[in-house]
């Protein structure tokens, strides 16, 4: 069963994942599993024996300060890098071996919103659904749909070159979700966003996971984000994952009490140590 | 901050190294870090930079050889008149020479418009903006930036042009030339950023829907038409001899004095003026003070220019896409195609609004519009030219559309992080590619032998022309590809990294224009013994040409 962290759910609740079980996403129902993955860029380790999994009916959250490994574990499962060891696979598919049925698979919304800058959204999206191999009237409808809620009307027909930072982020989220895949997989997917935006991504995404089988892995460093809307978090450390599990999990091994997922993401991951120092010595500058 | 030319310079050191990065790996464009030591990085990026000018700089050093090659075979051939129309060996020379400004103007400009997309994607102007820089700096870091992005070609048009000139007919012709190579390079660099401010402002903003897409093409044809001027230079090249010589012949005129007036004629003249005299040309006093007030007046137009450069390139580089005021209709209706076709469609509407891929559809379609119009008002002909016509025509067609083909994989490096993880196989890619490449050459092919119909009738031979040589064409396209796709798996790397060597794009272009031309060489040799034979033949040669490479480009190996 999954369990939301806490504070009291402000979205709809997914009480029991065994009605998803025979999803027919792929040879096994896990939408995510990751075993001992190594990511190495030249002589420096980015990744170091990960594994994890994410569960039908699942947000999990990956925490990690900058350059923790977040966006390059991600960044194997939508098939950008090569793993120099361990083992990706997305409901069962291989995510090296059969990178095209993982991408079929996927829902990627990257860090950076470097899209094609001389398309506007509708070419992009129509590029997108193309390549999905949807049908018209669904990819209508969800554009329609999706650009509406994020109020991107006024900017469908304009080149994405003349978009805000924030508006590009709509156009690659729409684009994640275009064609309802059963994985999210989303890399900082609420920077830049606008408050109502955020609020409707929030509810989005737990209403998602809700459809059978579907999971959704979200990196992220904002902590209240990740306490809001995950049912388990990892915390990546420098390559490595140093606590995984619901937020009380955590909190039970790190032995703090009823401490917030900042206090707690600054222990497992040392950061607190200095911390006090750093802060006077930055207020004497 | 208050900073001199020497600080400038540094600066300018620091951005433009910034650039060659995004110009060879387009990072910011979505583009993946190359899989090499981060320490090789930089030496790379800058290391291809100076492939890529070394390059331009050597087609233009060729031009400047060949100019001076016809120069010195001058009495040979003057020796048979041009359209019937005797020619001096004077007249000849400002010929060649105005030719030879021209696609120096033409050459560097068409640069211009492939490396300024880069400089505005780079984004190294807005990097510099927010720092205590002065303006003034400023402007000069960003004018010297968009120089040194031309400083080996313009110095070979500098050096080259009077020093072989200087070689071939002596010092002080090579000094009267300097005058034309310094208006050329200021020119073109000008225009350069004129067309490039232009571009910003209209087509890179532009809407989408139809049509936005029809007006955006019309101003990227317009834009792109002053370049192809060395193209259509070459076809017209003789009639615009005889052209000179007819109006030089009757001695001092009206029309003499404004063609002394005329630029590059009056630059490309001043040499035989200042050797010979303007009698050479038919000028009298007052034509004489025309041609020398014209270059002066040239001169001084190409140093108000380079001082308008230093100062427009940062508005320019700095300007964002002037987007339509007024809310949009908003269309959400979206029509998927098939993957390949949807290559084909996001590389259009991506070339619609980048200047460098636009040329790469509008100038095969634009030289076939030239060479239709040429045939068109040279004339009719009987059986025997109809079938050469229609040779020319297809041969124009296939040969530019294969030339440029492979450039087109360099639209996959435009968000390629983001391309890759989209469920698109390579074989939708290259397939994509290929239709692009048919389709310019059916466009162009259409194009051509449309007006070539309108004064020979004859579409049966015109349509079996084009057809015959279409699987050539697709074949050259197969194996161009093919050859970057199985290049990109030996090697490993992202298949966009291979085409930032500027060689190799010229390289895998070699074999295409081979196979592209294999069948109009077939024609050609059993056409002898009767055209319809030939065309037979040119039709057989290019289906097993397709049989063989379009196996290699989609079989095992391949995409």
Redesign the interface.
């Given at each position: 069963m999954i369990e939301r962290s806490e504070p009291a759910p402000l979205y709809h609740r997914r009480a029991d994942t065994s009605l998803v079980a025979s999803a027919p996403f792929g040879p096994d129902t896990t939408p995510l599993v990751i075993e001992g993955l190594r990511v190495v860029y030249g002589e420096r380790l980015a990744v170091d024996r990960l594994s994890l999994t994410v569960q039908p009916g699942e947000i999990y959250g990956l925490l990690g300060s900058n350059g923790a490994g977040k966006s390059s574990t991600i960044k194997v499962i939508v098939g950008l890098v090569r793993p120099a060891g361990g083992r990706v696979r997305v409901f069962g598919h291989d995510a090296v071996a059969e990178s095209l049925a993982v991408k079929e698979r996927v829902g990627y919304v990257p860090e950076t919103s470097l899209l094609y800058e001389a398309l506007t959204p509708r070419e992009f999206l129509e590029f997108v659904a193309s390549v999905r191999r949807l049908d018209r009237k669904s990819a209508s409808d969800r554009a329609r749909n999706y650009a509406t809620a994020f109020r991107l009307e006024g900017e469908f027909e304009e080149p994405i070159a003349s978009l805000s930072n924030g508006t590009r982020q709509k156009v690659l989220l729409i684009a994640a979700l275009l064609h309802q895949p059963p994985l999210l997989v989303l890399d900082e997917p609420l920077n830049s966003l606008d408050p109502r935006s955020v609020r409707i991504m929030k509810d989005l995404l737990a209403r998602y996971v809700a459809t059978s089988g579907r999971g959704v892995l979200f990196s992220t460093h904002t902590m209240e984000v990740a306490q809001q809307l995950c049912h388990r978090v990892g915390i990546l450390d420098r390559g490595v994952l140093r606590g995984e599990g619901t937020i009380a999990l955590l909190r039970e091994r790190a032995a703090t009490g009823d401490a917030s997922l900042e206090e707690l993401f600054l222990r497992l991951t040392r950061e607190d140590e200095g911390l006090e120092a750093a802060v006077r010595a930055l207020e004497g500058t | 901050m208050r900073m001199g030319w020497r600080e400038a310079w540094r600066l300018t050191d620091v951005a433009f190294l910034e650039l060659s990065l995004q110009a060879i790996y387009a990072s910011?464009?979505?583009n993946?870090p190359p899989p090499i030591?981060?320490s090789e990085v930089a030496r790379t990026a800058r290391g291809r930079v100076v492939q890529s000018k070394a390059i331009v700089a050597t087609v233009l050093a060729l031009l400047v050889a060949g100019a001076c090659l016809l120069i010195k075979a001058a009495p040979r051939i003057v020796a048979t008149p041009f359209f019937g129309v005797p020619v001096s060996i004077p007249v000849f020379e400002a010929g060649v020479l105005t030719g030879l400004l021209t696609l120096e103007v033409a050459f560097l400009w068409w640069t211009g418009l492939q490396v300024l997309p880069t400089f505005l994607?780079s984004a190294v102007l807005p990097v510099l903006e927010p720092l205590p820089i002065d303006e003034r700096t400023l402007s000069r870091v960003a004018g010297l930036l968009y120089l040194r992005l031309f400083d080996i070609p313009a110095l070979t048009v500098l050096v080259v042009t009077p020093l072989f000139l200087a070689l071939t007919l002596g010092p002080a012709y090579g000094l009267a030339i300097l005058p034309g190579a310094v208006a050329a390079v200021a020119f073109a660099l000008a225009l350069g950023l004129l067309t490039g401010r232009f571009f910003v402002r209209r087509a890179?903003?532009?809407?989408?829907?139809g049509g936005h897409t029809v007006v955006r093409w019309a101003y990227l044809v317009l834009w792109v038409l002053p370049a192809f001027a060395m193209f259509a230079l070459i076809v017209v090249a003789p009639g615009f001899l005889a052209l000179i010589a007819v109006t030089t012949s009757h001695g001092p005129s009206v029309g003499v004095d404004l063609l002394a007036a005329s630029f590059p004629f009056s630059l490309a003249a001043l040499p035989g003026a200042v050797t010979s005299g303007g009698g050479v040309f038919g000028l009298d006093g007052t034509g004489s003070a025309v041609l020398a007030l014209a270059s002066l007046g040239y001169v001084v137009l190409a140093a108000g220019s380079m001082i308008w450069l230093l100062g427009a390139v940062r508005r320019v580089g700095l300007a964002?896409?002037l987007?339509p005021v007024g809310?949009?209709?908003?269309?959400?209706?979206?029509?998927?195609?098939?993957?390949a076709?949807?290559v084909l469609?996001?590389d259009m509407?991506?070339a619609?609004?980048?200047p460098g891929y636009a040329f790469l559809v509008i100038l095969p379609i634009l030289d076939a519009v030239a060479l239709g119009l040429f045939t068109f008002l040279s004339g009719p002909a009987g059986s025997t030219t109809t079938f050469g016509l229609a040779l020319a025509a297809v041969s124009t067609a296939a040969l530019l559309a294969t030339f440029f083909g492979p450039a087109f994989f360099a639209t996959e490096v435009?968000?390629y992080?983001?391309g890759?993880?989209?469920?698109?196989?390579d074989r939708?890619i290259l397939l994509g590619k290929v239709a692009l490449v048919a389709a310019i050459y059916l466009v162009a092919g259409a194009l051509v032998l449309g007006l070539t119909l309108l004064r020979v009738f004859q579409p049966g031979i015109f349509v079996a022309f084009v057809l015959a040589e279409l699987p050539a064409v697709l074949a050259a396209s197969f194996l161009e590809l093919g050859i970057l796709f199985r290049r990109a798996r030996a090697k490993g790397l992202p298949i966009v990294n291979l085409y930032s060597g500027a060689w190799y794009a010229v390289l895998v272009s070699i074999p295409g224009v081979i196979v592209a031309g294999a069948p109009l060489v077939a024609f050609q040799a059993v056409g002898r013994s009767g055209d319809v034979a030939g065309l037979t033949a040119m039709a057989i040669f290019a289906v097993l040409e397709l049989a063989v490479f379009a196996p290699f480009a989609l079989g095992p190996g391949g995409a």
């Open positions: - | 910011r464009q979505g993946l030591p981060p994607a890179q903003g532009s809407r989408g829907g964002p896409p987007v809310a949009p209709a908003t269309r959400f209706d979206l029509v998927p195609q098939a993957p076709r949807a469609t996001k509407r991506i619609s609004r980048m435009i968000a992080a983001y890759r993880t989209l469920p698109l196989t939708s």
